[in-house]
């Protein structure tokens, strides 16, 4: 099973400014995903990173916004930009891993969240 | 409104109880997928279920997927102390793409 790391785990920015959150896996996956739970509020799919491709966003998120990179198979980054309160959130990602074989599954892995506060 | 329709909202049980959380959905599900919740813990995949009918066990949890995949319910047999947290149901309703929603959760608490 694919182990995940996020850095960091919880920061205080303010108003107007970046930040960049790294996610880590211990083994090569190729699908990545990003997250976003706001207070209240179900998980919410960001976007889709794919190593060698654009990151595919969901309605609602753009890359201005959110910029994504995703150099290898191992390593993502999210970003959110301009920050506003409103960015305020648990910012997740997750990789999902196919096996084959008899009765073969998808599942899925989850980072253990940054929690984001702008003031 | 909400895609995926999770029931209830929060749950408290005795101990040693069962329970049931609905999961249902307007929408084809094409792959649906259950998960916990703890706090300071993140969130831990349970299990998936893909095709209609299918019926998953893993401990004391169990989660089925309706023959229309419309509608699963997971089911905790016996409840333990362990067994709180947030449960929340995910499912991908795109055809041949990635298109997840989600749930609102379902905040378990079992009393000892």
């Known amino acids: 099973s694919a182990v995940i790391s996020q850095k960091p785990s919880r920061d205080i920015c303010q108003r107007g400014t970046s930040l960049t959150i790294q996610c880590q896996v211990d083994s090569q996956v190729t699908m990545m995903f990003w997250y976003r739970q706001q207070p209240g509020q179900s998980l919410t799919l960001i976007a889709t990173?794919?190593?060698?491709?654009?990151?595919?966003?969901e309605s609602g998120f753009v890359i201005d916004k959110f910029p994504i990179s995703r150099p290898n198979l191992t390593f993502s980054t999210l970003t959110v930009s301009n920050m506003s309160p409103e960015d305020s959130s648990i910012y997740l990602c997750?990789?999902?891993?196919?096996?084959f074989g008899t009765g073969g599954s998808d599942e899925q892995f989850f980072g253990p969240g940054t929690r984001l506060t702008v003031l | 409104s909400q895609e995926l329709e999770q029931s209830p909202q929060s749950l408290i049980v005795q101990e040693g109880k069962n329970l049931t959380i609905n999961c249902t959905s307007s929408?084809?599900?094409?792959?649906l997928y259950w998960y916990k919740q703890k706090y300071g813990e993140g969130l831990i995949f349970l299990m998936m279920l893909q095709k209609g009918g299918e019926e998953k066990s893993h401990e004391k949890i169990t989660a089925k997927l309706d023959e229309k995949k419309q509608q699963s319910s997971l089911h905790i047999t016996a409840s333990q102390p362990s067994h709180a947290g947030i449960y929340l149901c995910?499912?991908?309703?795109?055809?041949?793409?990635?298109?997840?929603?989600f749930g609102t959760g379902t905040r378990l608490k079992v009393l000892a």
């Open positions: 997750s990789v999902e891993e196919a096996y």
């Open positions: 990173a794919n190593q060698g491709s654009e990151a595919t966003y």
């Open positions: 929408k084809t599900l094409y792959g």
């Open positions: 995910g499912a991908d309703i795109g055809s041949g793409t990635y298109k997840y929603i």
